[in-house]
């Protein structure tokens, strides 16, 4: 199936509902154009034609290093040299400096190519920003310029054997060497691109303890730790003892190698503090926060490659005459109802997941120049973004399996590797448990709950289908029963919570996005569908959130009604 980037709804999605214009001068209509066209252009030629293989083949583990398929490097020099990396990172680093929504939809264009491959320039921009808010004038001078062009590749190195959601629970340390670095020992597991052989070094972030630091986050610190420490003149030079002991065999993302690194086999790994000792969790959080949001990018990643694959099959495959008409000649399945009525569901969906996903971004990008209020808001949104951007991903992944119907199961279609690459991003970056957690403890009690009333507030003030102002009425009534609830009860309830408030928002987006569409002049069939898309999405899928009211609301009392040992009977 040949890919075609998501250009049209990337554009509208970028000027009705982050608008950039706003965001920036320099970001003009046609740079915008250029840029959007630019990497589709790159990614269909470049990147695509190796999705296949990197999920056959995938990256392979030797006592030398981790080995990508035959392709990748040079496809990834070539992106370096396209100077797609750049385009939102500081200009005095060698990056363009425009704003980070734009450089969202470069991610997701390569993400729609090829989603394991694009975990490589996913994670750097996390280092990058990471390095910018908490890294010293010195590591900013000596890693910024290659990471932003990426030339480098950065890493998050939080996850041990012990320490999954657990951070605290961590054991690695960080020794003072006497000269400002410290010596880092410990393990660290499923690290994603921990090892490659596209770039002439990786930059690891780690999180350990120093001596004498309390248990648990307080006294986690983050430490800068290159595979190859820096020559005097910022070149790489002797290797720094960091060891890829293994790779994972994983259900998915084969092209993506998650390792298990070793660091300080023999005592000999140096690491810089980044940002103050005992504050990792702090500089780490930046990092983090920015790869939740850009996994809920990828939700929308794999299921615009997911639909895309689903429409072309269903166009091409003839079975059975459409029930009801007059001929019984058969047709094209697209023709069957209920299968329109999947691949509406799925564009429907994906146009809303990268409808939120995007606003999230453009509220970090306001959040940038100074905007408190979108500051606030985009700390509200990160958990909706990544939770709910991936739950969709998943949904429509299985659909477009169920559109090819037999051969949807046959690996040979293509169809089941988004399944199975999709299925970690609720898991990974903070499980989507863990998001929804998040979003009735820290991110409810933000302003004694005034972020969330605010858009709230604004929502109802825009929306008018009667479905979506019962949603907008129902998140209000059961975000302020959370309010008062205990903590068990806060957290039984939210995961329904946060998938109504989703929709809420992302039936906000889609029926303004209606409306534009139908005043709005471009190509016909591009705003036939985002009107029915939107349409769709507002009478079918608002509907269905409110029916998750009563487990919102619900105690956690039946929770714990039995003891652990009935749930083995």
């Not at 994906?350 to 808001?377: E, N, P, W």
Request: proline content about 4%; hydrophobic content about 45%.
């Amino acid at each position: 199936m040949t890919f075609t980037p998501a250009i049209a709804d990337q554009r509208f999605v970028l000027e009705h509902i982050v608008r950039l214009g706003e965001l920036s001068e320099e970001a003009t209509p046609d740079l915008v154009d250029a840029v959007l066209e630019g990497v589709g252009q790159f990614a269909a030629g470049e990147w695509a034609p190796l999705e296949r293989l990197g999920d056959e083949v995938g990256a392979k583990w030797t006592e030398a290093g981790v080995v990508m398929p035959e392709g990748f490097g040079a496809a990834y020099r070539a992106y370096v040299e396209g100077g797609w990396g750049t385009i939102g990172s500081p200009v005095a680093y060698g990056g363009q400096g425009l704003p980070v929504s734009l450089a969202t939809a470069v991610i997701e264009t390569l993400g729609t190519s090829n989603i394991g491959f694009a975990l490589a320039p996913m994670l750097t921009v996390g280092a990058i920003e990471s390095l910018v808010h908490h890294g010293t004038q010195a590591q900013q001078d000596a890693y910024l310029p290659k990471l932003a062009t990426g030339e480098w590749t950065g890493t998050m190195n939080l996850t041990e054997p012990q320490a999954g959601s657990d951070v605290g629970a961590l054991r690695s340390t960080a020794t003072p060497r006497g000269d400002g670095s410290f010596l880092i020992k410990g393990t660290k597991i499923f690290i994603s691109f921990g090892d490659h052989d596209m770039a002439d070094n990786i930059v690891h972030l780690v999180l350990a303890r120093t001596p004498g630091a309390p248990a648990g986050t307080k006294g986690i610190s983050l430490f800068l730790v290159p595979k190859y420490r820096l020559n005097a003149d910022g070149t790489p030079g002797e290797f720094n003892d960091v060891r890829t002991v293994s790779i994972e065999h994983k259900m998915g993302i084969h092209a993506s190698p998650t390792c298990v690194l070793s660091f300080g086999d023999n005592d000999d790994c140096v690491g810089e503090l980044i940002g103050n000792e005992m504050g990792g969790i702090v500089a780490m959080f930046t990092m983090m926060n920015n790869a939740r949001l850009n996994v809920g990018l990828q939700g929308v990643e794999v299921a615009e490659r997911a639909t895309q694959r689903a429409v072309a099959y269903a166009r091409e495959r003839i079975q059975s005459a459409r029930a009801g008409a007059p001929s019984r000649e058969s047709v094209a399945i697209i023709e069957h109802p209920d299968v329109r009525r999947m691949l509406l569901r799925m564009k429907a969906q994906t146009q809303a997941a990268r409808a939120l996903v995007y606003l999230a971004f453009g509220q970090l990008d306001r959040a940038h120049a100074g905007d408190a209020k979108a500051k606030a808001r985009v700390e509200l949104l990160t958990p909706l973004a990544k939770a709910h951007g991936t739950d969709l991903g998943n949904e429509v992944a299985s659909l477009g399996i169920q559109v090819h119907g037999g051969m949807g199961y046959i690996e040979e279609t293509g169809a089941a590797q988004h399944f199975r690459d999709a299925r970690i991003f609720p898991i990974y970056e903070g499980t989507n448990g863990i998001q929804a957690a998040d979003l009735v403890g820290r991110k409810l009690s933000m302003d004694n709950g005034g972020t969330l009333f605010g858009l709230l507030d604004e929502m109802r003030g825009d929306a008018e289908d009667d479905a979506l102002v019962n949603l907008i009425a129902a998140c209000d009534e059961v975000a302020r029963n959370l309010l008062s609830s205990e903590t068990d009860d806060r957290l039984a309830a939210s995961y329904p919570f946060l998938t109504m408030l989703s929709t809420a928002v992302c039936g906000w987006l889609m029926e303004e996005s209606g409306r534009i569409a139908a005043r709005s002049e471009g190509d016909p069939a591009f705003l036939k569908m985002k009107q029915a898309a939107a349409r769709f999405y507002v009478e079918q899928i608002v509907p269905e959130a409110l029916g998750l009211k009563a487990a919102a609301m619900a105690k956690a009392d039946v929770l714990y009604a039995v003891d652990a040992e009935a749930f083995a009977a």
